[in-house]
Antibody
């Protein structure tokens, strides 16, 4: 069974940092491109970042570029999102999502981890 | 402001059919595959349609997708109260080098 389990969310002050993790199981992690997608409370989905299977290609949304860093450890079946200089508008549920069959097509999603940026 | 444009809401009676539109541009829908997701209240998004018009295993054929030029459409027939959810279109934008989603459409089954 495919599973994606995020962790690392919580309450952080503006300007602070958090590191999200996504532990996967049930598939060959090293064969899949992975993404982070977020959803602010009561709002729609927003794509955040992409990393290729080998970490050779990385993309970010303009809203997080220069502040967030995506990475992965294929030996540990884990995906990460280092978030620095956090802002109020980064408050959201963050999902890791597996890309399959086509660019930006997400067939499996984690349950999400809530990040709240507030003083 | 989302890159892809969806109507905020649609509604129809049980048993009827509804369509949800998703409008984009040549850099996204026009030259990339479109996906559709269903998000039931309080749950994680679920893939409904991939590569414009394909259903993943387990998705009933009441759900269909199509694409023409820079627009895509999700169709749902035989509406059920359990279909009440938010629906999102998504694709890759080659100019932005970024994933993009529509703003979401809330479906109400009256």
């Amino acid at each position: 069974e495919v599973q994606l389990v995020e962790s690392g969310g919580g309450l952080v002050q503006p300007g602070g940092s958090l590191r999200l993790s996504c532990a996967v199981s049930g598939f060959t992690f090293s064969s899949y491109n992975m993404n982070w997608v977020r959803q602010a409370p009561g709002k729609g989905l927003e794509w955040v970042s992409y990393i290729s299977s080998s970490s050779g290609t990385i993309y970010y949304a303009d809203s997080v570029k220069g502040r967030f860093t995506i990475s992965r450890d294929n030996a540990k079946n884990s995906l990460y999102l280092q978030m620095n200089s956090l802002r109020d508008e980064d408050t959201a549920v963050y999902y890791c999502a597996r890309e399959w069959a086509a660019p930006s097509n997400f067939d499996y999603w984690g349950q999400g981890t809530l990040v709240t940026v507030s003083s | 402001q989302s890159v892809l444009t969806q109507p905020p809401s649609v509604s129809a009676a049980p048993g009827q059919k509804v369509t949800i539109s998703c409008s984009g541009s040549s850099s996204n829908i026009g030259n990339n595959y479109v996906s559709w997701y269903q998000q039931l209240p309080g749950t994680v998004p679920k893939l409904l349609i991939y590569k414009n018009n394909n259903r993943p295993s387990g998705i009933p054929d009441r759900f269909s997708g199509s694409k023409s030029g820079t627009s895509a459409t999700l169709g749902i027939t035989g509406l059920q109260t359990g279909d009440e959810a938010d629906y999102y279109c998504g694709t890759w934008d080659s100019s932005l080098s970024a994933g993009v989603f529509g703003g979401g459409t809330k479906l109400t089954v009256l």
